[in-house]
T-cell receptor, first 114, second 113 residues
Framework: AQSVTQPDIHITVSEGASLELRCNYS??????LFWYVQSPGQGLQLLLK??????LVQGIKGFEAEFKRSQSSFNLRKPSVHWSDAAEYFC????????????FGQGTTLQVKP | DAGVIQSPRHEVTEMGQEVTLRCKPI?????LFWYRQTMMRGLELLIY????????DSGMPEDRFSAKMPNASFSTLKIQPSEPRDSAVYFC???????????FGSGTRLTVV
């Protein structure tokens, strides 16, 4: 069965520091991968997505992610974190048969220290 | 586009009462999803529709939950009777052709007392 694992439940970084959030997926075929961000009390906003092609994808708010098939990973990165980036981040994969059924990881909560 | 619109934003109800959550997807989107989010279980897919037809309702927790999509611009999620353990944030999301990522609504925070 398809699954998504986000190993880090909670991460704290200092403002201005770099960030990497980890995501590992289990999927037999080429996956469609997504990162979403959820600010407190808000819905989920799409940061970026990978379907095919260039394995380094750029998203909104200065985020990028790299697809590594050999490692079954799709880690999210940002070179310099801002206090407004504090939120919960979800990695997701489209399930079997590309039915549109997104399978989400458990999420990583990012805290930013001033 | 106004995005996915959910109503109400907050709902407080007493145990045993019927609750109806509403969702208006983005025009032109052919998939609609209902999710529930809790601290303990994270994001759970309850049911999803394609072209107004329910495709997978395996995530609906009990017969107390039901969902309908009478047309392409409206869906409801009903809980009858409601129980305290149904307290959660319920999200609606819509998508075009399923594979292009979802657009989420702002959610309905349900509290059953």
């Amino acid at each position: 069965a398809q699954s998504v694992t986000q190993p880090d439940i909670h991460i704290t970084v200092s403002e201005g520091a770099s960030l990497e959030l980890r995501c590992n997926y289990s999927y037999g075929a080429t996956p469609y991968l997504f990162w979403y961000v959820q600010s407190p009390g808000q819905g989920l906003q799409l940061l970026l997505k990978y379907f095919s092609g260039d394995t380094l994808v750029q998203g909104i708010k200065g985020f990028e992610a790299e697809f590594k098939r050999s490692q079954s990973s799709f880690n999210l990165r940002k070179p310099s974190v801002h206090w407004s980036d504090a939120a919960e981040y979800f990695c997701a994969v489209v399930g079997s048969g590309n039915t549109g059924k997104l399978i989400f990881g458990q999420g990583t909560t990012l805290q930013v220290k001033p | 586009d106004a995005g996915v619109i959910q109503s109400p934003r907050h709902e407080v109800t007493e145990m045993g009462q019927e609750v109806t959550l509403r969702c208006k997807p983005i025009s032109g989107h052919d998939y609609l999803f209902w999710y529930r989010q809790t601290m303990m279980r994270g994001l759970e897919l309850l049911i999803y529709f394609n072209n107004n037809v329910p495709i997978d309702d395996s995530g609906m927790p009990e017969d107390r939950f039901s969902a309908k999509m009478p047309n392409a611009s409206f869906s409801t999620l009903k809980i009858q009777p409601s129980e305290p353990r149904d307290s959660a944030v319920y999200f609606c999301a819509s998508s075009y052709r399923g594979t292009y990522g979802y657009t989420f609504g702002s959610g309905t925070r349900l509290t059953v007392v």
